[in-house]
């Protein structure tokens, strides 16, 4: 990070999408179109389906009534069975060949089943036999009626295949189709110029001056990077990073690659440029774990559809921010928990938010917290969100101190006051221009009015 002047901050809304992404808003706005009923002027698709599910509808309605005939058939043949059999009987008894106890006993038998066999030939022909297709039919529009509606709000008819090759191949062109650095940056909104006292403008004249006659001192290059990024000139900003690196050259940390690629992205206006990537990717080389590179690499991800890597990259991010010793004040806490819900959708994973973790407690509060109830450790909280609150408003703070407050306030549900507490921010912070954008971008990221 820049000494003097930290960049760490979210430069990405809520699945917000730079302008080369295009072609991937469309996409998904097609398929967002299909499924709320656009799909509905595909009147092909829908008449075939239509044509379908009738002729599906008229067989089973046959079927069950087929049913019914066979059943009223099978019991007209046992009927006439069991009457030839009581003949028999009779025949028998007659001719002396079946004593008459015997007689009594078959005949018994022979009629209980005889009756049954009648109930069952009545029952086809009854009034509930009779009422039973109509209710079938009944209940077969019903299914039929609900399954439409249901695929015309969940379904995309006319929608195109989409396989794994595809989805990639599409990933790999808005990869390809990403403005570089110089373009970027001159179609990005310029950002609106801030007063500036002249005794300081004067100091960062000289500063420049003596960067220009000492373009490889690595402490000059450091002030100068930093408080451009301060007064908002982002450009210079990223130059004076970029001769940074250059000076240190191989000695260049992973910070010092990830704060390259930060002030690149925030000079892109939130463009993961094919530079920012590359300077991403030495970060990495040099830490894996790097926070701030992770971040900003899941954001390039997302930027290009994949969300399975963004999740990735995010996740472990928050897994080890909720372990005891973790990054738990880092700046893309926050805009990582406000998306990663959305993230894990996209890329299929089933995801449930750690618990937030609030920064701030020493050694002594974890084990005063060990012992207190529930209610008493979130008292204790609050307590320490209500303290930090009264010190910003009577003494003022920095950025990050500022966003520490704001994000506290979101984990603790209390929106109005979060928004209170970002609109008191903008006033304390009011011409520093750095931490003004850091804060801008986690009240948008945490569902807050800028």
């Avoid at 044509?51 to 309605?61: D, E, G, N, P």
């Avoid at 399954?147 to 006319?158: E, H, I, Q, T």
């Avoid at 130059?239 to 940074?244: G, I, N, S, W, Y």
């Avoid at 750095?434 to 990221?445: C, D, M, R, W």
Wanted: charged share 25%; hydrophobic share 45%; aromatic share 4%.
């Amino acid at each position: 990070m820049l000494q003097g002047a930290p960049l760490r901050r979210p430069v990405r809304s809520r699945l917000r999408f730079p302008p080369f992404a295009a072609a991937a808003l469309a996409l998904h706005e097609t398929q967002d179109c299909v499924r709320i009923g656009g799909g509905m002027d595909n009147w092909q698709f829908w008449l075939i389906a239509g044509a379908v599910t009738l002729a599906v509808a008229a067989v089973l309605l046959r079927a069950m009534a087929r049913a019914g005939d066979d059943l009223r058939a099978a019991a007209e043949f046992d009927i006439k069975v069991y009457k030839d059999q009581l003949t028999e009987i009779e025949r028998d008894l007659t001719r002396g060949t079946l004593p008459p106890e015997e007689a009594d006993r078959q005949r018994a038998e022979v009629s209980r089943r005889l009756l049954e066999a009648d109930r069952a030939a009545q029952a086809g022909n009854g009034p509930v036999r009779r009422g039973g297709i109509p209710v079938a039919a009944a209940v077969v529009a019903v299914i039929l009626a609900g399954a439409f509606l249901a695929y015309d709000r969940l379904g995309a008819p006319g929608y195109p295949d989409l396989p794994l090759s595809l989805r990639l191949q599409m990933s790999e062109d808005l990869r390809a189709a990403r403005p570089d650095q110089a373009t970027a940056e001159a179609i990005a909104p310029k950002a609106e110029a801030q007063p500036v006292d002249p005794a300081f403008a004067d100091l960062i004249g000289k500063l420049r001056a003596a960067v220009a006659e000492r373009p490889t001192d690595v402490k000059g290059l450091e002030l100068l990077a930093s408080n451009e990024a301060r007064l908002g000139n982002l450009p210079a900003a990223r130059k004076a990073m970029e001769q940074l690196v250059a000076a240190k050259g191989d000695g260049a940390t992973a910070e010092d690659h990830a704060a390259l690629a930060e002030v690149m992205i925030m000079a892109a206006a939130g463009v993961v440029t094919p530079e920012a990537e590359q300077a991403l990717t030495r970060a990495l080389a040099l830490d894996p774990d790097n926070g701030t590179a992770r971040f900003y690499s899941g954001v390039l991800m997302a930027q290009v559809g994949r969300y399975d890597v963004t999740f990735r990259l995010w996740a472990p991010l928050l897994d080890t921010a909720a372990q005891d010793g973790g990054p738990q004040d880092a700046p893309w806490i926050a805009p990582i928990r406000a998306q990663i819900e959305d993230i894990a959708f996209r890329a299929g994973e089933k995801y449930t938010l750690p618990e937030a973790v609030m920064p701030g407690p020493d050694a002594g509060d974890v084990a005063a917290a060990a012992e207190m109830s529930a209610e008493d450790r979130q008292a204790m909280i609050e307590g320490m969100v209500a303290q930090l609150d009264t010190r910003l408003q009577s003494e003022g703070g920095s950025p990050e101190e500022w966003a520490r407050l704001v994000n506290a306030l979101v984990q603790l549900d209390r929106l109005p006051e979060a928004q209170a507490a970002y609109d008191r921010s903008k006033v304390a912070l009011k011409g520093d221009t750095v931490g003004t954008s850091a804060l801008k971008e986690l009240a948008v990221t945490s569902g807050l009015t800028p």
